[in-house]
């Protein structure tokens, strides 16, 4: 078994860096040009593993990527799908993403289907996403709420135009549209939390029919039929974990550069600043209906506790937790390296994500030295003078809590150990030598990253 070591650096983060391709516009880059009749080019496309695995869906269904320096082109199948007795089944492998939306891709496609994925893939809910897609008729069943999952899909999917739907996830959304899209009288949804907007935002790059209204949308039945580009930009999530590298690493500057700022995906960064940390960010330009631009980060010694409760009226105005939901588990690490407390509430949603990362995060903390308290749906945390380390972590093989120990392991003050590393690819291809600034994967004289065999 492959093994990281970590130690301090001897020299701090500094730079300018690219952040990995976006992996959510990737997904949606992809189910949405499913839907189209001609080519789809996709710029800049994410590699991750969770990415890999919507673009073999889309392969089993009949559609041909060709990819070419750095794109990759969906054509539409040559021939419709054979339809078997049998049920096609589909392995959607780590990817909750790819399982959620490709549910109304395939609801709207004749034949029956089944996925499936890894282990922590079946334990995740997926009902939030099968019980509004029967309102428009779709056929989809979930085995006690989770997988394997069959659809029984149909061409001329009835559609659905009674009260708004109310949705709760950008996943749950994203389906309801694909399905809408491809039925006789689409959809309309009302939105009920903060969510990222990735997809209406193509949506309407594409020049697919939606009108928004508040938080309502009205999705018609449409079929795009025109050569088309996407662009993805970096994706924010990834850039993250640099992002807290440099304002926990002494002496540290970093820029990084074509990063998506999309509004509904900075409340991180607006985290990290309400506790005193030097981040700037700015919107350079706008392509394909995204902002993007660059994040500057350097290191912030006076770091205090922060208190997001979206329950608790007196916190507000204060960043979206909703809207921070992957990052929450490095913001606790910057947390237990700051002064005061941290109180985390509202993100009961991270106990059912490819870990339980409530619970996940509370260990690696505790761990490495920090004082954590695990509530329900958040954290409480306490800032500690420094983290100790000496240990190696379990991260339960979630991509997120490894690279969340990897920043830990850069300030704690004896080594971090961290097993089967190559997690960090479901959502971040190449991240350990984006964290060694592209140099081989061999220790620094007194310092760095080292691979070592358990």
């Known amino acids: 078994m492959d093994i990281i070591r970590i130690e301090r650096p001897t020299s701090p983060l500094r730079g300018q860096v690219h952040a990995p391709a976006d992996k959510s516009i990737t ?8 839907l189209n009749r001609r080519a789809t080019h996709i710029l800049n496309p994410s590699v991750s593993a969770d990415c890999l695995a919507t673009a073999n869906l889309l392969q089993t269904l009949g559609y041909r990527l060709v990819a070419s320096q750095n794109q990759v082109t969906l054509f539409p199948p040559e021939a419709p799908l054979s339809r078997n007795s049998e049920p096609l089944w589909i392995d959607c492998h780590n990817s909750g993403t790819t399982a959620r939306m490709s549910m109304g891709l395939l609801a709207a496609t004749a034949g029956t289907f089944q996925l499936t994925g890894d282990d922590s893939l079946r334990k995740r809910p997926m009902e939030r996403a099968a019980a509004p897609l029967r309102l428009l008729g779709a056929s989809v069943e979930v085995a006690n709420g989770t997988m394997p999952i069959t659809i029984h899909g149909k061409e001329g999917l009835a559609g659905y135009q009674g009260d708004p739907i109310p949705v709760a996830s950008a996943q749950v959304w994203t389906a309801l549209a694909l399905a809408g899209l491809r039925s006789r009288d689409g959809v309309i949804l009302r939105q009920t939390t903060p969510m990222r907007d990735h997809s209406a935002r193509m949506m309407e790059h594409l020049g697919m029919p939606l009108s928004t209204a508040n938080s309502l949308s009205t999705i018609h039945p449409a079929r ?27 002496g540290s500057h970093l820029v990084i550069t074509d990063v998506g700022l999309n509004p509904t995906r900075i409340a991180f960064l607006q985290a990290l600043r309400g506790m005193g940390a030097q981040v700037q960010w700015e919107v350079e330009r706008e392509i394909n209906n995204e902002p993007r631009g660059c994040i500057t980060a350097e290191y912030s010694p006076d770091l205090r506790g922060i208190e997001l409760d ?3 009226r007196k916190t507000q105005p204060a960043p979206s937790v909703a809207q921070m939901m992957d990052e929450l588990p490095l ?3 910057v947390a237990a390296r700051a002064e005061g407390s941290t109180v985390i509430r509202g993100a009961g949603e991270l106990r059912v994500k490819e870990s339980d990362r ?3 995060t509370a260990a690696v903390l505790r761990a490495l030295g920090g004082e954590v308290k695990e509530l329900e749906d958040g954290f409480s945390i306490t800032g500690v003078q420094e983290l100790h380390g000496d240990c190696r972590i379990d991260h339960a093989g979630d991509h997120r809590i490894c690279m969340m120990a990897a920043i830990a ?13 190559s997690v960090a690819e479901v959502s971040f291809p190449k991240f350990w030598k984006a964290l060694l600034g592209g140099r081989d994967q061999k220790r620094a004289e007194g310092g760095g990253i080292a691979l070592v065999k358990g």
């Open 358 to 360: 409530i619970r996940q």
């Open 331 to 333: 913001l606790a690490l």
């Open 224 to 250: 795009l039929d025109a050569e088309v580009v996407i662009s993805i930009p970096g994706d924010l999530s990834g850039a993250a974990f640099l992002v807290a590298g440099a304002v926990l690493v002494p």
């Open 310 to 312: 979206p329950a608790n």
């Open 409 to 421: 392991g850069l300030v704690t003050k004896q080594p971090v150990e961290i097993p089967n590393p």
């Open 27 to 34: 997904h949606r880059a992809l189910l949405f040009g499913a």
